[in-house]
C-alpha cells in the first residue's frame, strides 16, 4: 500500500523545480540506485530539464500527474495523446526510498484513467529500455503486453540501447458498452 494515501493532481508550473528534482533522484545518480528503477548504471546524462518539463506541463495534449503527501510531490507519470484513441504512458517515477511501495501501481492505475477522461484513450503504450528485463516484467504484470516493435532509444549511445514498446487496452466506460 502506497505510503499515508497519496492524492493525485496534474502539475503546474509551480511544481517543476520539486519535480525535477525528483526525476534526477529516481532515475540518475547513486540516490538513484536506492530504488529498482533507475538507469544510473546506463546513463548519466540528466534524465529531463525544466524546459522539458515545462514544455509538457503547457501542451494541452499531454499532463504530467503527480502523487503527493501533503504538499510533497513522491511520484509522477507523463500521460500524451497520441491520437486515435491512443495514449501514451511515460516518465513514471517514484521516490527512491518509495520504491515498492505500491505507489508506483497507483500512479499506473490514475493515469491510465485520466488517459480515458481526459483524452479519451481505449489504448494505452509505453516503452522500457529492453535491457531492464525486470521493468518490462513490471508492467506485463500490470496488463501491458509486447507489441513486439523494438525502438531505437531517443539519444544515440556507443553501444546503442533499444526500446522495448508494450500496449495495453483500456477499460471502456459504461457510456461506450
Known amino acids: ?15 517543476l523545480g ?10 540518475r545518480g547513486d540516490s538513484a540506485r536506492q530504488g529498482w528503477t533507475h538507469e544510473a548504471d546506463m546513463l548519466s546524462d540528466p534524465r529531463t530539464d525544466a524546459h ?3 514544455a509538457i506541463v503547457a501542451d494541452p495534449r499531454s499532463r504530467l500527474l503527480l502523487a503527493l503527501i501533503d504538499s510533497r510531490i513522491l511520484g509522477c507519470v507523463q500521460i500524451s495523446d497520441t491520437g486515435e ?16 511501495s505500491g505507489l508506483g501501481r497507483h500512479l499506473i492505475t490514475h493515469a491510465e484513467t485520466q488517459a480515458q477522461a481526459v483524452f479519451g484513450a481505449r489504448r494505452m503504450t509505453m516503452s522500457a529500455i529492453e535491457a531492464r528485463t525486470e521493468l518490462i516484467a513490471y508492467y506485463i504484470r500490470r496488463g ?13 549511445l556507443d553501444p546503442p540501447l533499444f526500446m522495448t514498446e508494450l ?5 471502456q466506460s459504461r457510456r461506450d458498452g
Request: aromatic letters at 10%; proline letters at 15%.
Open 85 to 100: 484513441g491512443n495514449a501514451y504512458l511515460g516518465l513514471l517515477c517514484v521516490d527512491p526510498a518509495l520504491q515498492s
Open 144 to 156: 501491458y503486453t509486447p507489441t513486439g516493435r523494438r525502438l531505437d532509444f531517443p539519444i544515440p
Open 167 to 171: 500496449a495495453k487496452p483500456l477499460a
Open 18 to 27: 520539486e519535480l525535477h528534482a525528483l526525476i534526477e533522484r529516481a532515475y
Open 1 to 15: 500500500m502506497p505510503p499515508d494515501d497519496p492524492h493525485f493532481r496534474f502539475a503546474a508550473p509551480a511544481d
Open 52 to 54: 522539458t518539463l515545462s
